[in-house]
């Protein structure tokens, strides 16, 4: 049995929404929330649809005020502009991808990097994981 790691993304520029669309239907992948704090939902998931350089993804996308909707399944969304205030934990998130490209050295991942939660599946609590070049 294939253990499904859940991953949250920390800002849905570019970067974050190619990372969601690559992980989309992974059978070890399950993308369960997004935190971006530019443009809401509805723009969220006009972008996610609507790629300039990759063109429209085929994926049914709907939106409300709290969440995405991915071909019928439900991401959460939340505004928050310090990625320490999201409780990814919470969320049952067990891989935070840092997308947003704000917080690119040692000093500004440091906050992000040691609120690692309490051990969650296989002793680890959320791990992050930083998807922009280092600074």
Do not use: Q
Request: net charge positive; proline share 4%; with cysteine.
């Amino acid at each position: 049995m294939t253990r499904v790691t859940r991953v949250g993304i920390n800002g849905f520029g570019r970067v974050g929404r190619l990372a969601l669309r690559a992980g989309w239907g992974r059978n070890d992948l399950a993308l369960v929330h997004v935190n971006e704090i530019k443009g809401g939902t509805g723009t969220g998931a006009h972008l996610l649809e609507f790629d300039s350089v990759h063109g429209r993804w085929a994926m049914p996308i709907a939106s409300n005020e709290h969440n995405l909707a991915i071909d019928g399944r439900r991401l959460g969304w939340s505004d928050v502009s310090e990625p320490t205030d999201v409780d990814w934990e919470g969320l049952g998130v067990d891989v935070a991808l840092e997308c947003s490209g704000k917080f690119r050295t040692g000093s500004t991942l440091k906050p992000h990097l040691e609120r690692g939660g309490s051990a969650g599946p296989g002793g680890f609590g959320v791990r992050r994981a930083l998807a922009a070049p280092a600074a």
